[in-house]
């Protein structure tokens, strides 16, 4: 078997294409770069994954080394010699390169190790191995798809291009047959994509995960009972704008956001839109998403276009949806010392958390009269009203009702928080820094609500209506 580090991982990254009339790299498939696709499927089988591209460094926002293309305009297989010489320098003339385009997907892994692992010593002399491909690829417009190539090829590929080729697939017809390996065609979900239409056709047929499964404690008038239950994902996305002239580009974060993965390039351009920073969808020149510990997506504007990213990022932190959202520091949700409430009381019936969201609809004198604000309000463990606020954000009424409790001096002993729509992490956060362990809201949470409520300690209830209810963490608070 080859030894690992004798391979180099290489995607054909391409560019602008014609059909599909952008870099199909930067694409986004379930809010993730066709080319980080490509590199997540190469990486566990490679020490090394590069790209073919026509500059040095165009990829590094997406952390993906760009060999520069020597013959660029030339298809292929220009790219695939220089994946050779690299990969001949970097491990000698035993090397081979896993090559894999960017613009196919659904490829599935255990192919790709089946086929790095059918390598055998001295194997050098069959020059090419492909897995899978159709015979009749060409007239299916089908390339080759994943290949090994021994950088014993080199020469072939060389004198090839000196010939005026430029597509893999001639160069594999003069190849014997042993040096081609067709055990079958390829399964329905792989697909290539060469114009726009066939990635949204993708995203609708595979749309991005967004939601997560949970096991929970289900209350009733009669008790608690396990039960199983889904949550909506929700996790932080950065977003910076790319903007200025050419040669003098600049880069601004204007905000972290809250939000559900998926469509981050429609959930830039709409942000951009409303703020009036763009006019018109060419103002946008391409959306492109790394991820991390932290999701940042970049939107690129075209030269010339006025942009200010002071009044933009200004206003995304004060808007009254974002809450906690503005801050670029979502890991220091608890800082050390606050927020946490392990084996903090009180212990409350169930019979009296299920009645709180009525008693605080009864408070909402405001809604009465427009029926637009959402509430927060405080209750003690017997279930009796301390406190209540209103505003048109969720955040913004939490907000009113913990800032009384500091500047009357009235924060210290724990009572029940209950909230009048969903709970998402900005609020369990809010909850937990000002010492309430026990939180009650008559909608749903959020996937991060629960993570953070768990490592806070604090008890997180959510759909309390009609004498019935989800326990998410901490149960042993209620009775």
């Known amino acids: 078997m080859n030894q690992l580090h004798d391979i180099l ?6 560019g602008r294409s014609s059909r599909f009339g952008r870099d199909k790299a930067r694409a986004l498939l379930h809010g993730r770069p066709l080319l980080l696709h490509a590199a997540d499927a190469l990486r566990p ?5 590069v790209a073919v591209a026509d500059r040095a460094g165009k990829y590094d926002d997406l952390q993906v080394e760009a060999l520069v293309d020597l013959q660029p305009g030339r298809g292929p297989l220009a790219g695939l010699e220089a994946a050779l010489l690299q990969a001949q320098a970097r491990y000698g003339e035993r090397a081979w390169v896993l090559l894999a385009p960017c613009d196919t997907v659904g490829v599935p892994a255990e192919w790709l ?3 790095r692992d059918s390598l055998q010593p001295g194997d050098a002399a069959a020059a090419f191995r492909d897995l899978a491909a159709p015979v009749d690829a060409k007239a299916l417009g089908w390339e080759p798809l994943p290949l090994l190539v021994a950088a014993a090829a080199l020469p072939a590929v060389q004198q090839a291009l000196a010939t005026g080729q430029t597509a893999l697939w001639r160069l594999l017809e003069a190849l014997p047959a042993r040096a081609v390996a067709r055990p079958g065609a390829w399964p329905e979900r792989v697909r290539r994509l060469d114009r726009p239409e066939e990635l949204q056709a993708l995203h609708e047929a595979q749309p991005v995960r967004q939601d997560l499964p949970v096991a929970l404690q289900r209350w009733s008038p009669r008790g608690a009972l396990p039960a199983d239950d889904w949550l909506a994902i929700e996790e932080p996305l950065e977003i910076r704008v790319e903007y200025g002239q050419v040669g003098r580009r600049r880069r601004a974060t204007i905000g972290v956001v809250l939000r ?6 429609e959930l830039v351009a709409g942000l ?4 009036a920073a763009i ?10 998403l790394s991820t991390g510990e932290l999701p940042v997506v970049t939107a690129r504007l075209r030269p010339g276009l006025a942009f200010d990213p002071k009044r933009l990022s200004r206003h995304l932190v004060t808007t009254a949806a974002c809450g906690a959202c ?5 890991d220091a949700a608890l800082p050390k010392g606050r927020g946490q409430l392990h084996g903090l009381g009180p212990a409350v019936a169930w019979s009296v958390l299920a009645g709180l969201p009525a008693q605080l609809r009864a408070l909402q004198t405001t809604f009465d009269r427009t029926g637009g604000l959402h509430a927060a ?8 009203p301390v406190l209540a606020r209103e505003d048109i954000g969720r955040h913004n009424a939490l907000d009113k009702l913990v800032g009384h409790l500091v500047l009357t001096q009235q924060l210290g002993p724990p009572g029940v928080l209950v909230l009048s729509g969903r709970i998402g992490y900005e609020l369990v956060q809010k909850a937990a820094m000002a010492g309430l362990p026990l939180l009650v809201g008559v909608g749903a949470p959020t996937s991060l609500a629960v993570d953070l409520a768990d490592r806070a300690g604090m008890t997180l209830v959510g759909f309390v209506r009609g004498g019935c209810g989800n326990v998410y963490t901490s149960p042993w608070r209620v009775i």
């Not at 006019?279 to 492109?288: A, F, I, T």
């Not at 503005?326 to 979502?330: T, V």
């Open 326 to 330: 503005g801050s670029p520091l979502l």
């Open 260 to 265: 559900t993965p998926g469509h981050e390039a």
């Open 45 to 49: 089988l490679c020490p090394a994954v």
């Open 272 to 275: 951009l839109w409303g703020e």
């Open 9 to 14: 991982g290489c995607i054909l990254a391409g």
């Open 377 to 384: 309000g405080l209750f003690s463990a017997a279930g009796e």
């Open 279 to 288: 006019g018109h969808g060419d103002d946008v020149l391409e959306v492109s």
């Open 113 to 115: 190790l089946q086929l």
